[in-house]
């Protein structure tokens, strides 16, 4: 990794974690969120994964009136960062300690790769 891109990396998980603390506050079942990212295609390649405890918890989140307020934040801190991305969208997934436990025993490194 180029030292400008450690620099960027460091800086979004700066910002990805002042989301991360706000929705700990706010929304029931979420747990953390990290972010993936390929600086040869940035911002492209960039994707936020937010983990929530259980599948039940995801569900009523997303069936919730609040269903766009972590969107609305990472779109925040990132504008901070200069970065945008059309669609938003695509560069958030949304994923469960319940699924990782189920589909790879709990890794979340062989998950996410």
């Excluded at 040869?40 to 994707?47: E, G, M, Q, R, V």
């Excluded at 949304?94 to 436990?101: A, L, R, S, V």
Aim: glycine share 2%; with cysteine; proline share 2%.
């Amino acid at each position: 990794m180029r030292k400008s891109d450690k620099k960027r990396d460091n800086q979004l998980r700066s910002e990805l974690t002042e989301v991360c603390e706000a929705v700990l506050e706010d929304i029931a079942g979420f747990q953390w969120l990290t972010h993936l990212v390929n600086y040869s295609d940035f911002p492209n390649s960039l994707k936020v994964i937010c983990v929530f405890d259980t599948n039940e918890s995801l569900d009523n989140y997303l069936l919730s009136g609040k269903n766009d307020f972590i969107q609305s934040l990472i779109h925040s801190e990132l504008q901070k960062l200069n970065i945008n991305l059309k669609p938003l969208r695509n560069h958030i997934l949304f994923d469960t300690e319940e699924n990782c436990k189920q589909q790879h025993d709990g890794n979340w490194a062989k998950r996410l790769t």
